[in-house]
T-cell receptor, first 112, second 112 residues
Framework: KAGVTQTPRYLIKTRGQQVTLSCSPI?????VSWYQQTPGQGLQFLFE???????NKGNFPGRFSGRQFSNSRSEMNVSTLELGDSALYLC???????????FGPGTRLTVT | TQLLEQSPQFLSIQEGENLTVYCNSS?????LQWYRQEPGEGPVLLVT?????EVKKLKRLTFQFGDARKDSSLHITAAQPGDTGLYLC????????????FGRGTSLIVHP
């Protein structure tokens, strides 16, 4: 089975711009979660989508948003980028009823 | 907010040494996972423990879940350079959201 894929792998943006990241989960996994990872804060939960609905949300500002499509693929969007948004953004998929996360390789976002 | 404290934060050892890393919380978890993350990649699931007192072995890695399901340990025997990485523990609460809470990790370097 193919693993979780994320595109792009690397991204450089300027403050004030917006960015869209994409994630394709493992086939059969309908839950997709997004995390932000920084050296200072570790791995922080952004939100989770299941069957095209946001089911859980972390403590991030409204500039961070996401969506899920009918094929379970997911995108997350960050608007009005700030320097502090520089991080590794990880997508993970899981089976229903399981907390085991299967992560993609991440998108490294640098905001200058 | 449930917190998972991992210790030590950093560990630098020589090949062949043994080590133990810890994951502690004041909260009870219905399950706990351990992940290993290599630089530039997403975390990879190593094991899930569910029952208090449970011990699981994965080659040279031994995982233990505390009797009260509040803590866990990971012991590596005869560490090898390939064990280098960030070890993360993640606990699932009994609330039913299936979103795990991650610790900040133990960064392990094994020198040849």
């Amino acid at each position: 089975k193919a693993g979780v894929t994320q595109t792009p792998r690397y991204l450089i943006k300027t403050r004030g711009q917006q960015v869209t990241l994409s994630c394709s989960p493992i086939s059969g996994h309908r839950s997709v979660s997004w995390y932000q990872q920084t050296p200072g804060q570790g791995l922080q939960f952004l939100f989770e989508y299941f069957s095209e609905t946001q089911r859980n949300k972390g403590n991030f500002p409204g500039r961070f948003s996401g969506r899920q499509f009918s094929n379970s693929r997911s995108e997350m969007n960050v608007s009005t980028l700030e320097l502090g948004d520089s991080a590794l953004y990880l997508c993970a998929s899981s089976l229903p009823g399981s907390s085991e996360q299967y992560f993609g390789p991440g998108t490294r976002l640098t905001v200058t | 907010t449930q917190l998972l404290e991992q210790s030590p934060q950093f560990l630098s050892i020589q090949e062949g040494e043994n080590l133990t890393v810890y994951c502690n919380s004041s909260s009870v978890f219905s399950s706990l996972q351990w992940y290993r993350q290599e630089p530039g990649e997403g975390p990879v699931l190593l094991v899930t423990v569910v029952t208090g007192g449970e011990v699981k072995k994965l080659k040279r890695l031994t995982f233990q879940f505390g009797d009260a399901r509040k803590d866990s340990s990971l012991h590596i025997t005869a560490a090898q350079p390939g064990d280098t990485g960030l070890y993360l523990c993640a606990g699932e609460s009994s609330g039913g959201s299936y979103i795990p809470t991650f610790g900040r990790g133990t960064s392990l370097i094994v020198h040849p």
